[in-house]
């Protein structure tokens, strides 16, 4: 069946230093991908997604990039900011499949000041 | 806008008693989705709806009814609260058609004994 797995469920920086998180994906029908943001007591939060088409897309310090041969997603965060630290998931989309998203764990990024 | 409004925002229960969350949209959404987190986990999609008196079994339905009689908004309800349940239910909406990220709200806790 389809998974999404982040590699790490914790991940600790410290301010100012670049953040890597990375997810593997095993559906490769999947054309559509997103991170979502998820701090305490709230929601997740879209951050920037990617379609199949395209292997990187910069957002404001965030980038995503796709390797599809591999399965694998990458959130890169720069300049890691205090404000930064939360729960981030990625997700999986097949666009035929009804909007559903398929989520990975989660992975727990602290920034420690 | 609000985007995306759960009521109520907590909640605990007896073992054996009904309650129904609620979901409102204001972003004219198509689609909407209930979702189950559980501690240190990611999301699992308990029923979804594509549209206006539609709705449809996710990942993990067993204990859980939806109804969607208006577009704008999507009912959970538990028939017979189990412990099991005692969970943090997230609802979600997206637009219809390719590449939408779906737009959450903040939860609701929901504790049984």
């Known amino acids: 069946g389809e998974s999404v797995g982040l590699h790490l469920p914790t991940l600790s920086v410290q301010e100012g230093d670049n953040s890597i998180i990375n997810c593997a994906y095993s559906n490769s029908a999947s054309d559509y991908f997103i991170w979502y943001k998820q701090e305490s007591g709230k929601g997740p939060q879209f951050i920037i997604d990617?379609?199949?088409?395209?292997d990187k897309r910069q957002g404001q310090r965030v980038t995503v990039l796709l390797n599809k041969t591999v399965k694998h997603l990458s959130l890169q965060i720069a300049a890691t900011q205090p404000g930064d630290s939360a729960v981030y998931f990625c997700a999986e989309k097949v666009n035929t499949n009804a909007g559903k998203s398929t989520f990975g764990d989660g992975t727990t990024l602290t920034v420690k000041p | 806008n609000a985007g995306v409004t759960q009521t109520p925002k907590f909640r605990v229960l007896k073992t054996g008693q009904s309650m129904t969350l609620l979901c409102a949209q204001d972003m004219n959404h198509e689609y909407m989705y209930w979702y189950r987190q559980d501690p240190g986990m990611g999301l699992r999609l308990i029923h979804y709806s594509v549209g206006e008196g539609t709705t449809a079994k996710g990942e993990v339905p067993d204990g859980y009814n939806v109804s969607r009689l208006k577009k704008q908004n999507f009912l959970l309800g538990l028939e017979s609260a189990a412990p099991s349940q005692t969970s943090v239910y997230f609802c979600?909406?997206?637009?219809?058609?390719?590449?939408?990220?779906?737009?959450f709200g903040d939860g609701t806790r929901l504790s049984i004994l």
């Open positions: 979600a909406s997206s637009l219809l058609g390719r590449n939408q990220p779906q737009h």
């Open positions: 990617i379609r199949s088409n395209m």
